[in-house]
Protein backbone atom coordinates (compact mmCIF):
# COMPACT_ATOMS: atom_id res chain seq x y z
CA UNK A 1 0.00 0.00 0.00
CA UNK A 2 1.62 3.19 -0.98
CA UNK A 3 1.93 5.21 2.30
CA UNK A 4 2.51 8.80 2.53
CA UNK A 5 4.15 9.00 6.07
CA UNK A 6 1.07 11.96 7.12
CA UNK A 7 -1.09 9.52 6.26
CA UNK A 8 0.25 6.93 8.35
CA UNK A 9 -1.54 5.32 11.34
CA UNK A 10 1.13 4.14 14.17
CA UNK A 11 -0.73 3.84 16.85
CA UNK A 12 -1.79 0.35 17.57
CA UNK A 13 -4.94 1.23 19.88
CA UNK A 14 -6.01 3.08 16.39
CA UNK A 15 -5.24 0.50 13.75
CA UNK A 16 -7.31 -2.03 16.00
CA UNK A 17 -10.19 0.33 17.04
CA UNK A 18 -10.80 0.05 12.78
CA UNK A 19 -10.22 -3.77 13.05
CA UNK A 20 -12.84 -3.91 15.63
CA UNK A 21 -15.28 -1.20 14.29
CA UNK A 22 -15.21 -2.44 10.42
CA UNK A 23 -14.97 -6.04 10.74
CA UNK A 24 -16.05 -7.05 7.14
CA UNK A 25 -12.94 -7.94 5.66
CA UNK A 26 -11.45 -8.52 2.41
CA UNK A 27 -9.14 -11.41 2.79
CA UNK A 28 -6.99 -11.91 -0.10
CA UNK A 29 -3.86 -14.25 -1.00
CA UNK A 30 -1.54 -15.80 -3.54
CA UNK A 31 -2.29 -19.18 -4.95
CA UNK A 32 -0.89 -21.54 -7.51
CA UNK A 33 -3.95 -20.58 -9.04
CA UNK A 34 -3.23 -17.56 -9.34
CA UNK A 35 -4.82 -14.27 -6.74
CA UNK A 36 -7.64 -15.03 -4.53
CA UNK A 37 -10.10 -12.78 -2.31
CA UNK A 38 -12.93 -13.26 -0.68
CA UNK A 39 -15.04 -11.13 1.90
CA UNK A 40 -16.26 -11.96 5.76
CA UNK A 41 -16.21 -10.76 8.68
CA UNK A 42 -13.21 -11.11 10.89
CA UNK A 43 -12.74 -11.57 14.98
CA UNK A 44 -9.82 -10.28 16.36
CA UNK A 45 -7.91 -11.76 19.57
CA UNK A 46 -5.27 -9.26 20.74
CA UNK A 47 -4.57 -12.01 23.20
CA UNK A 48 -3.44 -15.03 21.03
CA UNK A 49 0.10 -13.51 19.92
CA UNK A 50 2.42 -10.79 19.40
CA UNK A 51 0.25 -8.76 17.21
CA UNK A 52 -2.89 -10.64 17.59
CA UNK A 53 -5.36 -13.01 15.92
CA UNK A 54 -8.35 -12.86 13.47
CA UNK A 55 -10.88 -15.61 13.23
CA UNK A 56 -13.95 -16.18 11.05
CA UNK A 57 -14.90 -18.96 8.36
CA UNK A 58 -16.17 -19.64 5.12
CA UNK A 59 -18.20 -22.57 3.18
CA UNK A 60 -16.77 -26.07 2.96
CA UNK A 61 -17.53 -24.97 -0.60
CA UNK A 62 -15.12 -22.43 -1.49
CA UNK A 63 -12.05 -23.06 -2.83
CA UNK A 64 -9.95 -20.74 -0.74
CA UNK A 65 -8.96 -23.26 1.91
CA UNK A 66 -7.66 -25.49 -0.48
CA UNK A 67 -4.45 -23.32 -0.41
CA UNK A 68 -3.19 -24.71 3.32
CA UNK A 69 -1.62 -22.46 5.25
CA UNK A 70 -0.33 -19.51 3.64
CA UNK A 71 0.87 -15.93 3.61
CA UNK A 72 -2.34 -13.67 3.40
CA UNK A 73 -3.23 -10.17 3.23
CA UNK A 74 -6.28 -9.25 5.23
CA UNK A 75 -7.93 -5.79 4.42
CA UNK A 76 -10.63 -3.15 6.72
CA UNK A 77 -11.86 -0.90 5.43
CA UNK A 78 -13.31 2.19 8.06
CA UNK A 79 -14.78 5.45 6.60
CA UNK A 80 -14.64 6.72 3.81
CA UNK A 81 -15.79 9.33 1.30
CA UNK A 82 -15.58 11.60 -1.93
CA UNK A 83 -14.59 14.73 -1.74
CA UNK A 84 -15.87 17.58 -3.91
CA UNK A 85 -13.96 20.90 -4.62
CA UNK A 86 -16.81 22.78 -4.56
CA UNK A 87 -16.59 22.79 -0.68
CA UNK A 88 -13.40 24.48 -1.06
CA UNK A 89 -12.77 28.37 -0.77
CA UNK A 90 -10.33 28.10 -3.18
CA UNK A 91 -13.05 27.48 -5.74
CA UNK A 92 -14.52 30.62 -5.48
CA UNK A 93 -11.31 32.37 -6.17
CA UNK A 94 -9.42 30.79 -8.56
CA UNK A 95 -10.70 27.63 -9.78
CA UNK A 96 -7.88 25.34 -9.10
CA UNK A 97 -8.97 22.47 -7.25
CA UNK A 98 -9.90 18.91 -8.09
CA UNK A 99 -11.51 16.03 -6.38
CA UNK A 100 -10.03 13.70 -3.40
CA UNK A 101 -11.85 10.63 -1.63
CA UNK A 102 -10.36 10.49 2.41
CA UNK A 103 -10.76 6.66 3.96
CA UNK A 104 -9.31 5.17 6.70
CA UNK A 105 -8.08 1.52 5.87
CA UNK A 106 -5.84 -1.15 8.07
CA UNK A 107 -4.03 -4.07 6.34
CA UNK A 108 -3.37 -7.38 8.55
CA UNK A 109 -0.66 -9.33 6.64
CA UNK A 110 0.12 -12.81 8.41
CA UNK A 111 0.35 -16.55 8.45
CA UNK A 112 -3.56 -17.90 7.38
CA UNK A 113 -4.56 -21.52 8.85
CA UNK A 114 -7.50 -23.60 7.55
CA UNK A 115 -9.47 -25.32 10.52
CA UNK A 116 -12.03 -28.17 10.66
CA UNK A 117 -11.75 -29.29 13.97
CA UNK A 118 -15.62 -29.11 15.23
CA UNK A 119 -15.14 -27.98 18.70
CA UNK A 120 -13.26 -24.71 17.00
CA UNK A 121 -15.81 -24.57 14.70
CA UNK A 122 -18.32 -24.09 17.65
CA UNK A 123 -16.35 -21.78 19.27
CA UNK A 124 -15.95 -19.25 16.29
CA UNK A 125 -19.88 -19.69 14.92
CA UNK A 126 -20.65 -18.85 19.04
CA UNK A 127 -18.19 -16.12 19.28
CA UNK A 128 -19.26 -14.13 15.75
CA UNK A 129 -23.19 -14.64 16.72
CA UNK A 130 -22.41 -13.15 20.12
CA UNK A 131 -20.36 -10.48 19.11
CA UNK A 132 -22.80 -8.98 16.27
CA UNK A 133 -25.69 -9.48 18.03
CA UNK A 134 -25.11 -8.31 21.13
CA UNK A 135 -22.52 -5.36 20.91
CA UNK A 136 -22.96 -4.73 16.58
CA UNK A 137 -27.24 -4.32 16.98
CA UNK A 138 -26.91 -4.07 20.89
CA UNK A 139 -29.88 -6.23 20.97
CA UNK A 140 -31.92 -6.44 24.02
CA UNK A 141 -32.72 -10.43 24.06
CA UNK A 142 -29.31 -11.14 21.18
CA UNK A 143 -30.18 -14.44 19.30
CA UNK A 144 -26.91 -16.83 20.20
CA UNK A 145 -26.07 -20.65 19.19
CA UNK A 146 -28.09 -21.94 21.91
CA UNK A 147 -31.67 -20.98 20.41
CA UNK A 148 -30.74 -23.47 17.81
CA UNK A 149 -30.93 -26.93 18.18
CA UNK A 150 -27.54 -28.71 18.80
CA UNK A 151 -27.81 -31.48 16.03
CA UNK A 152 -29.01 -27.86 13.56
CA UNK A 153 -25.66 -26.14 14.26
CA UNK A 154 -23.69 -29.41 13.77
CA UNK A 155 -24.59 -29.97 10.49
CA UNK A 156 -24.47 -26.44 9.45
CA UNK A 157 -20.57 -26.24 11.20
CA UNK A 158 -19.95 -29.38 9.32
CA UNK A 159 -20.52 -26.78 5.95
CA UNK A 160 -17.84 -24.41 7.08
CA UNK A 161 -13.95 -24.47 7.79
CA UNK A 162 -12.58 -22.25 9.73
CA UNK A 163 -10.20 -19.53 9.00
CA UNK A 164 -7.22 -18.01 11.18
CA UNK A 165 -4.85 -15.38 10.36
CA UNK A 166 -1.73 -14.59 13.09
CA UNK A 167 -0.86 -11.13 12.36
CA UNK A 168 2.59 -10.57 11.69
CA UNK A 169 2.25 -7.23 10.73
CA UNK A 170 -0.18 -4.20 10.82
CA UNK A 171 -0.26 -1.25 8.55
CA UNK A 172 -2.51 1.54 8.38
CA UNK A 173 -3.37 4.66 6.39
CA UNK A 174 -5.77 7.77 7.45
CA UNK A 175 -6.10 10.40 4.55
CA UNK A 176 -8.02 12.80 6.07
CA UNK A 177 -7.12 16.24 3.99
CA UNK A 178 -4.32 16.65 6.69
CA UNK A 179 -1.96 18.37 4.64
CA UNK A 180 -4.67 20.71 3.14
CA UNK A 181 -5.38 24.45 5.33
CA UNK A 182 -7.46 24.68 8.12
CA UNK A 183 -10.07 26.60 6.28
CA UNK A 184 -10.23 23.31 3.45
CA UNK A 185 -10.80 20.55 6.21
CA UNK A 186 -13.34 23.12 7.79
CA UNK A 187 -14.90 22.97 4.61
CA UNK A 188 -14.76 19.44 4.18
CA UNK A 189 -16.42 19.09 7.83
CA UNK A 190 -19.21 21.20 6.92
CA UNK A 191 -19.80 19.58 3.65
CA UNK A 192 -19.63 16.24 4.74
CA UNK A 193 -22.51 16.68 6.81
CA UNK A 194 -24.58 19.51 5.01
CA UNK A 195 -24.29 16.73 2.18
CA UNK A 196 -23.90 13.57 2.60
CA UNK A 197 -25.24 13.21 5.95
CA UNK A 198 -22.34 12.03 7.88
CA UNK A 199 -22.13 12.29 11.39
CA UNK A 200 -19.99 14.85 13.44
CA UNK A 201 -17.42 11.98 14.56
CA UNK A 202 -17.03 10.66 11.21
CA UNK A 203 -16.87 14.01 9.59
CA UNK A 204 -14.11 15.20 11.72
CA UNK A 205 -12.26 12.04 11.04
CA UNK A 206 -12.78 12.48 7.17
CA UNK A 207 -11.74 15.93 7.37
CA UNK A 208 -8.17 15.80 9.36
CA UNK A 209 -9.87 18.26 12.05
CA UNK A 210 -11.66 17.52 15.93
CA UNK A 211 -15.39 17.70 16.10
CA UNK A 212 -16.26 20.31 18.27
Partial sequence: MYLPRHFAMTETSALRDIIDRYP???LALASDRGVMADHLPLIFDA???EHGVLRGHVARANPLWHQGDIEALAIFHGPQAYITP???P???EHGRV??????HIVHAHGR???IHDPAWLLNVVSDLSERFERFERSRATPWSVADAPADYIENMCRAIVGVELTIKRLTGKHKASQ???DAEREAIYRGLQAEDGIAAEAAASLSGRSSR
Fill in 24 to 26: FAT
Fill in 47 to 49: TAS
Fill in 86 to 88: NWY
Fill in 90 to 92: DKR
Fill in 98 to 103: VPTWNY
Fill in 112 to 114: LRF
Fill in 179 to 181: HKP
